[in-house]
């Protein structure tokens, strides 16, 4: 069985900074990409910010130059900093990770519970 247990989330104002982290734990032979999506009230869920094994990483426009992703492999667990926060990035935060259970095995998203990210103005 594969857990995400996601974070940091909290209430901040405008401008503030929240770190988030994501750990995986449990029958885990390999992971390979890791990200962050968010979901706010009413809206679809959205990318924020994927990074792969090798560390290569990708950003939504809306958060490029603020946030920054990055990962432990050691630990498979992976972060999100967040700087400059605004009003705009409250939702709740979803950690994910295509995980391979055993060797051979097909990969297979998984995602956390969710954490609250709250920006006050």
């Known amino acids: 069985q594969v857990q995400l247990v996601e974070s940091g989330g909290g209430l901040v104002q405008a401008g503030g900074s929240l770190r988030l982290s994501c750990a995986a734990s449990?029958?885990?032979?390999?992971?390979?990409?890791m990200g962050w999506y968010r979901q706010a009230p009413g809206k679809q869920r959205e990318l924020v910010a994927r990074?792969?094994?090798?560390?290569?990483?990708n950003y939504a426009d809306s958060v490029k130059g603020r946030f920054t992703i990055s990962r432990d492999n050691a630990k498979n667990t992976v972060y999100l900093q967040m700087n400059s926060l605004k009003p705009e990035d409250t939702a709740v935060y979803y950690c994910?990770?295509?995980?391979?259970?055993?060797?051979?095995?097909?990969?297979?998203?998984?995602w956390g519970q969710g954490t609250q990210v709250t920006v006050s103005s």
């Open positions: 994910n990770a295509a995980i391979r259970v055993i060797m051979g095995s097909a990969r297979r998203d998984y």
């Open positions: 449990g029958s885990i032979f390999s992971i390979n990409d």
């Open positions: 990074i792969t094994s090798g560390g290569s990483t």
